[in-house]
């Protein structure tokens, strides 16, 4: 090889197709659904029809009278059994403190009353439609509004939360020249996945083995072990691929503990699969949410008090909050800012993560006022929001590790050709088509988390790395062999990564966008421990190029280590100086800002979303632009979303072929959110009506029209070593507000209620009756 010149070999940065994505288009990818033992009985759910009372009693005879059934849990043979566990507030892994089989009582509807354990899975399920469950019934809460839901403040209940704030938010938004003053409201949303929810447990002498499509694997593991009251060394858990996730398989839900032992009572392995309407209800879901926007602005548009309120559906016993205020409150340049934030409890399964859970729903919020804002300034929104541009947080006047919001602004706007948009609501018509053109900023916390990864190098030049993340469609196998590829010079074909097993190195919840930064840098650290070793070898050598070379100059590269002025030599040979046989490295990585035995607390499968490695000096956000064009028509009120474009600085990004897709994905997502999803419940039964995918509205691909995804460049050297931001929840979060802010430009109706449907537009002045 000529001197200096490097291999345009894979590396982090170059578009790259996965690697695992051959065995995913072919079908031979496993999803944790798809294992299924020796001799596996199956598991079937009962679920309770009440919201809220207890069970009087249940007869089984019928059911048991079923030819195939095996055995029958109920709150009679399980109780104290199974611990509830700690939720994730508590430092613990589950998402709700409901404990299903531990007592009569039930909490919501659709609450597991009973587990049916059958030779067959139709045999289960028969028998569970023949239990006689009897109830005493009491009148439910269903949420907002409904007698009986409790108000709490979130600040008085969570230790770890205060509502941020700064100035005099009151007394600048009444002497503000110009005011905005409006509430808005989201929906109740369910991720579903089309991996349904399943649970294989399988006990050999003592050791219990789960598969179960898992974003947390070393969280699982501990947290069966607490509830079982048996020893975390002696459980696994297995999920190399995972059919969708979204946050739903972020927390152990009570379904997992009840089948491990299920299948220790019957010493067999248990299977369930739970039906799709079973999964609004056994899961988690994303509740809904109310907002009270106050924004005061100078004439020329500068923010001088900013208030946002925020209000969240809980379920009884949990306190399950998102407060995304810690993110609206942080967005622009304003003196005076004033948050707070409340859950209203009621009778309801516990909300939980679903993607971008607190920036989604609140920034819906804060993104239509500053849109209704920019109205009342007569301003254009983008110049609104450049003109409260900031690099600094004002809540404490902390740094941003970077921030170009500025610039994804201004390059996301030149690409949707904004310059051509007339202000004025409907003035865009073409035919009976109203065009509206509407514009959002999104942000996401930069989070990463402690990590662990052992990388091993062969003799004969090939890459084992394994860590425990996992593959929520993020291509983070291929983002890991491609930090391999980049810092030991190997060709991809020549690594080989393993994840989603709780037997491997112990690595984050793959949640709060935080997988590839934490996995990256660790791997890159392991990485780097090699080339060290390698280099120190090749150094100490006597006969090589290399004597009394710096080994810190010396690189890894197409197969060769290779050094100043060109020296070089096969790896294998410095392989052979190095060790005798392969050679290992194990790297534990703690982010900036996060104590330093915090990997013993990943060992435990502590998870570390939201807040858990934030820098006492600075603030770290990604950021981006979203511009969406909707057409709606003048007769009837459809709305079609034929194009959107998203700007966004992220910081590294190690595979832009698959960010694409990823933010391509978190923007489809956003328009659905924005014009279909919705969980209807109805309010006297506390009971979700439209839990299905022919009536829970999710977009077709005839919904969905152009998306086009730019990068702007961003290094940012302080977030961490290799600089990467992450980005699976940062396309989603704009996009709601973008479309809402897009059908009021087209026909001048502001809808504060999402999703916008075509009854809220009729009526209109722009349209015609
Ligand atoms: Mo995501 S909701 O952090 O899985």
Redesign the pocket.
Known sequence: MADGAMPQGARIGVATPRIDGRLKVTGEARYGSDFAPANTAHAYLATSRVSRGSIVGIDERDARAVPGVLDILTWRNVGAAVKPGATFDQKGYMGSSIAPLASSRIWHDGQIVAVVVADSWEAAREAAGLLNVRYQEQQPSAGFDSPGAETVDAAAVSKEYEDPSVGDAEGAFAAAPVKVEARYSTPTQHHNPIELFTSTCAWTGGKLTIWESS?NVWGYKNGIAEQLGISPDDVRVISPFIGG???SR?SLTQRTALIALAAKRLNRPVRLEVTRDQGFTIATYRAETRHHIKLGATRDGKLVSLTHEGWEVTCRPDNYKVAGTDASTRLYACPNVASKVRMVHADRNTPG?????PETPYMFALESAMDELAYALQMDPVRLRLVNDTQTEPIKGLPYTSRHMAECLQTGAKAFGWSRRTPEPGSMREGDWLIGWGCATTLYPAQVAPATARVTLSPQGGVKVQCATHEIGNGVRTALALTAADRLGTPLERITVEVGDSDLPPAPV????NSTASCCNVVAEACEQIRGKLAAAAVAAGDGPFAGTDPSTLKMSAGRLVGPGGKSEPLAKTLARAASGALEAYAESVPHGVPPDSVKGLYKGKPA?AGGAKMKDRIQFAFGAQFVEVRVHALTGEVRAPRAVGAFAAGTIVNPMAAKSQLMGGMIWGISAALHEATEIDPRTARYTNDDLAEYLIPVNADIGQIEVIFIPEQDDKVNPLGIKGI??LGNVGMNAAVANAVFHATGVRVRDLPVRMEKLLGGRLLQA
Do not use: I, V
Request: hydrophobic fraction near 40%; charge should be neutral.
């Open positions: 974003q996730a979204f946050g972020g993560f679903m993607r971008a859970p793959a949640g709060g966008s979303l699976g929840e």
